[in-house]
């Protein structure tokens, strides 16, 4: 077991997810802070992590989760804030930096964003360097990496790429389009970030990441597009305002208008590795081509494969877009114990992949005695093309009266055992 207590900020993020696991394997000691712990209930890792309530807006909770940590993750952003968050991007990492300082922390491991700081660039890129500087203020070292779109199921990027691209057979986009990018897989990023760990050669150093291929981000969505067997092209043009292009990925997509808002300003310089330093500080690192990384991406395309990010105990009905599915998923409490866990099935239609899912869980003791099941159910859909999106949006009210009708029926029938 290795002693050292490893710290993840952001625990609710992508890539703190993904982290975590992998730290767990390797034997460290791993705690997580996070403002809303409830949320991380269903994740497979969350009974062997010390789980803080925190946030980094509010040193007073800083302290706790930093006492006795040797080396802490900083993967903490504020975009979802909409405007202002630059200036809380920049106070979160100030105040993380000082409790670092306070309670001893020897090493912070940062990921950023990959921009030429020199340039004119987005307030988001813009912010995501200053950041980095500004925990660089305190005295604790601080390794950082800036990486541009990274190609993994559930990350931001890749599911814009891929939610755009399959819904449109032409694609309208700004002429910005053009711009260059250097993706880098998702595994990748994982791979440099547990390497700052045990690589000490670049403790305190500032490292540009990518993958080995650089594209434009209109032959990002070609690639994606061949791979699974799409034909597309693309209306560029001259300008499209950011706003209305924000509102429209929200609505196609699983990111948000205050978060897509950022991104699309953030993609109208290059975003390219100019100083390749990882490369020869970390050459432990064996870097992942676009087509593999997406194809590991596609491997996940199932229900079993996929975080579970909406049993979060928030709501009983919740409907969402999440790595690359249409969810809809809800709850029926019953007072009654259960017989037997409802087993997993699925059907193939021409437009898509369809599975409905059903389980037993969170069986307590209620107040009256006896027990309190929980059915859950889960309808997932990954949408083919443009017939997809019709498919499920045509048919959703028939799916929710069908999946409604369908929980129905089976509480009732395990109240009758």
Known sequence: MNPKLVLVTGATGYIANLII???????????ALARQPERLNARKWFPQVEMFRGDVMNPST?????????????LVHNMAAGQGYTSLEIESARNFARAAEGA????????????????????????????????????????????????????????MIRFMTELFPVIPAPTWLKNKSQPIATQNVIDYLLAALENHNGEGGVFEIGGPQVFSYQELMLRYAKIRGHKRSFILLPFIPTGFMAFGIGLAT???????????????????????????????VMLIDFESAVGGAMRRLHPLEIEHVWEDGLGAVKNLKHEGFFIHHR????????EKALPLSYKKFSFGEEWLQWRVGQIANSPQGGNVTYIMQTAYFAPRGLG?????????????????????????KIKIK
């Open 331 to 338: 709850e029926m409490k019953i007072n009654a114990p259960p």
């Open 21 to 31: 696991p992998q730290l767990l394997e390797r034997g460290y000691r791993v705690r």
């Open 254 to 284: 699983p990111v948000p208008p205050a978060i897509a808002s950022a991104l699309m300003a953030g993609l109208s310089r290059d975003s390219v590795v100019i100083h390749n330093d990882a490369r020869k500080t970390f050459p432990e």
């Open 104 to 159: 001893g922390v020897q090493h912070i491991i940062y990921l950023g964003g990959l921009a030429d700081s020199e340039q004119n660039i987005a307030p988001h890129m813009r912010s995501r360097i200053e950041t980095g500087a500004t925990l660089r203020q305190g005295r604790v070292p601080v390794t950082e990496f800036r990486a541009g779109v990274i190609i993994g199921s559930g990350s931001i990027s890749f599911e």
């Open 388 to 412: 997809g999106f019709l498919y499920w949006y045509l048919f959703y009210p028939f799916h929710v009266f069908r999946f409604r009708r369908l929980i129905k029926n089976i509480g009732g």
């Open 62 to 74: 800083l302290a706790p989760a930093l006492d006795g940590v040797h080396t802490a993750y900083y």
